[in-house]
């Protein structure tokens, strides 16, 4: 079985000072670390091979099991309970190490897949997906953090391109094999192929995860030996993602309140609510976007916000407006995700050679981004339009989410310490996960309100253009200053 190479290497040469190399070479590939690249690898493939399966098919799951009028919960319930996830996984990381996290995720993943394709009603099919959402931001979670602390420096943004790649034969496979299966057989069996593969995966990734944690272990024990008081069973980290969660549902529950005053007051306590508990789990001065990691947490929100609260969209009104099929709709997902892919290694190929210029690279690609979406989104609600221009912007989106997406996360890692490596990536995911359930539930919200119309599509494209084009104004924050040291950050 694979296992991770010891952190007392020597470096190879050429290796910046003091950055240790894995045995058998300057790559992700190398000998000792073959395996467990592979395993973490195709974990993040299953959760991408889902992720764009289940958008391509969603359309036809809610209208099975009576959920339209309740669209925007088919991914929000999901993302919802992948907040929770990633901060529990975050939190046991740091403390624990990444092993247990890896099983336990792999395990509720595999669980909620087989639910979902046993749902008999749409309110057990929004429950089977937030079962699934525990287990996705625990995979996601290790994934980044494995990362962090089990790559010399100078691999982790290969790393995080091939994390990226990773999302490669999913976006080619899935939404044809999700659309194909759900015409030829029934859409249950997308979720019923999928469980099993995080399981088959563990003997990859879990020897690996062992052994940080035991050297995690190591690390940590003379801290907790001398440390007085009883370290809680549950953090306040943890404590404040369910609240987080809890609030950030009932601020969409009362977006689709009809009473305006119900609208109003639940829409605003879930909001205060949600803001509070968020000032507790992310990095100290996010919230005022310092520089660095805080603001890196920032540009996260805003990235996953345009990008997957479009694509969230994309497959629903190109069938509704449109009139395609589930399969054709799924085209564009795929060459969204594929475009990513290309953005992210040509990314890491600049960042190779010029590493200052992250920051450069972040707003470039946002800007992509933005023009993309907003091709993207004419093609969609101008049912005279020819539909291919929602797949010609999508890609060029891709691209820029690529180019954007492994930019913003190499800075924001690069200024993490090891033993923050897991908080720091939790916080990123988390960021993803809250832009994407709340777009899509405003999304979902806009839908049930007007219909599977154009100006009900328009709507939500329009507010997704509104964070792209806030991305590009603070796109340059996600560096630190020119001292090259990051600001303080006791205080938000």
């Given at each position: 079985?694979?296992?991770?190479?010891p952190?007392?290497d020597?470096a190879?040469?050429?290796?910046?000072?003091?950055?240790p190399?894995?045995?058998?070479g300057a790559?992700?590939?190398?000998p000792?670390?073959?395996?467990?690249?592979l395993?973490?690898?195709?974990s993040?493939?299953?959760?991408?091979f889902?992720?764009?399966?289940?958008?391509t098919?969603l359309?036809?799951?809610?209208?099975?099991?009576?959920?339209l009028?309740?669209?925007?919960?088919?991914?929000?319930?999901?993302m919802?309970?992948?907040?929770v996830?990633?901060?529990?996984?975050?939190?046991?990381?740091?403390r624990?190490?990444?092993?247990?996290?890896v099983?336990?995720?792999?395990?509720?993943?595999?669980?909620?897949?087989?639910v979902?394709?046993?749902?008999?009603?749409?309110?057990?099919?929004?429950?089977?997906?937030?079962?699934?959402?525990?287990?996705?931001?625990?995979?996601?979670?290790?994934?980044?953090s494995?990362?962090?602390?089990?790559?010399?420096r100078?691999?982790?943004?290969?790393?995080?391109?091939?994390?990226?790649?990773?999302?490669t034969i999913?976006?080619?496979?899935?939404?044809v094999?999700?659309?194909?299966?759900t015409?030829?057989?029934?859409?249950?069996?997308v979720?019923?192929?999928?469980a099993p593969?995080?399981?088959?995966?563990?003997?990859?990734?879990l020897?690996?995860?062992?052994?940080?944690?035991?050297?995690?272990?190591?690390?940590?024990a003379?801290?907790?030996?001398?440390a007085?008081?009883?370290r809680?069973?549950?953090s306040?980290?943890?404590?404040?993602?369910?609240?987080?969660?809890?609030?950030?549902?009932?601020?969409?529950?009362g977006?689709?309140?009809?009473?305006?005053?119900?609208?109003?007051?639940?829409?605003?306590?879930?909001?205060?609510?949600?803001?509070?508990?968020?000032?507790r789990?992310?990095?100290?001065?996010?919230l005022?976007?310092?520089?660095?990691a805080?603001?890196?947490?920032?540009?996260?929100?805003?990235?996953?916000g345009?990008y997957?609260?479009?694509?969230?969209?994309?497959?629903?009104g190109?069938t509704?407006?449109?009139?395609l099929d589930?399969?054709?709709a799924?085209?564009?997902?795929?060459a969204g995700?594929l475009?990513?892919?290309?953005?992210?290694?040509?990314q890491a190929?600049v960042?190779?050679?010029?590493?200052?210029?992250?920051a450069?690279s972040?707003?470039?690609?946002?800007?992509?981004l933005?023009?993309?979406?907003?091709?993207?989104?004419?093609?969609?609600?101008?049912?005279?339009?020819?539909?291919g221009?929602?797949?010609?912007?999508?890609?060029v989106?891709?691209?820029?989410?690529?180019?954007a997406?492994?930019?913003?996360?190499?800075?924001?890692?690069?200024?993490?310490?090891?033993?923050?490596?897991?908080?720091i990536?939790?916080?990123?995911?988390?960021?993803?996960?809250?832009?994407?359930?709340?777009?899509?539930?405003?999304?979902?919200?806009v839908?049930?309100?007007?219909?599977?119309?154009?100006?009900?599509f328009?709507t939500v494209?329009?507010?997704?253009?509104?964070?792209?084009?806030?991305?590009?104004?603070?796109?340059?924050?996600?560096?630190?200053?020119a001292?090259?040291?990051?600001?303080?950050?006791?205080?938000?």
């Open positions: 079985m694979p296992d991770l190479p952190t007392t020597q190879l040469p050429g290796s910046p000072p003091g950055v190399s894995p045995v058998g790559s992700v590939f190398s000792r670390l073959r395996g467990f690249t395993g973490i690898l195709l993040v493939g299953a959760v991408a889902e992720s764009l399966g289940v958008a098919i359309p036809a799951v809610a209208g099975d099991l009576g959920g009028g309740g669209y925007g919960w088919g991914l929000s319930a999901l919802l309970a992948n907040i996830g990633t901060v529990v996984a975050g939190t046991d990381i740091d624990r190490g990444p092993a247990r996290t099983l336990v995720g792999s395990l509720v993943f595999a669980v909620g897949c087989l979902a394709g046993l749902a008999e009603s749409w309110g057990v099919f929004v429950a089977a997906r937030a079962l699934q959402g525990l287990g996705v931001g625990a995979i996601m979670a290790y994934a980044y494995l990362v962090g602390v089990a790559y010399p100078h691999l982790q943004a290969v790393m995080f391109a091939f994390l990226s790649s990773a999302w999913p976006s080619l496979l899935g939404p094999f999700a659309g194909v299966v015409t030829a057989l029934d859409w249950r069996v979720f019923w192929a999928i593969v995080t399981l088959l995966l563990l003997p990859l990734v020897p690996g995860a062992r052994r940080v944690s035991r050297e995690r272990s190591a690390e940590t003379s801290a907790r030996t001398m007085t008081p009883r809680p069973r549950v306040a980290p943890v404590w404040f993602s369910v609240v987080l969660a809890a609030a950030t549902s009932v601020l969409l529950l977006l689709e309140a009809d009473s305006l005053p119900l609208l109003v007051t639940t829409v605003a306590a879930g909001l205060v609510v949600a803001v509070v508990a968020l000032r789990i992310v990095p100290a001065g996010t005022r976007l310092r520089r660095g805080p603001s890196g947490v920032v540009v996260r929100f805003l990235l996953c345009v997957f609260g479009s694509e969230a969209f994309l497959p629903l190109l509704s407006v449109h009139g589930v399969t054709t799924g085209l564009g997902l795929a995700a475009a990513w892919t290309a953005g992210s290694f040509v190929r960042d190779a050679a010029r590493p200052g210029t992250r450069r972040v707003r470039l690609g946002f800007s992509a933005l023009v993309g979406e907003l091709v993207m989104g004419a093609g969609v609600v101008l049912p005279d339009v020819w539909a221009w929602a797949v010609v912007g999508w890609t989106a891709g691209v820029g989410m690529g180019v997406f492994n930019a913003s996360t190499s800075a924001t890692m690069a200024e993490t310490a090891n033993t923050s490596a897991g908080s990536s939790a916080s990123l995911q988390l960021a993803q996960t809250l832009a994407t359930a709340v777009v899509a539930g405003v999304g979902g919200a839908v049930a309100r007007l219909g599977t119309t154009s100006g009900a328009g494209f329009a507010v997704t253009a509104a964070l792209g084009l806030l991305g590009v104004l603070v796109a340059g924050r996600v560096t630190a200053q001292t090259g040291r990051s600001e303080d950050t006791t205080t938000r």
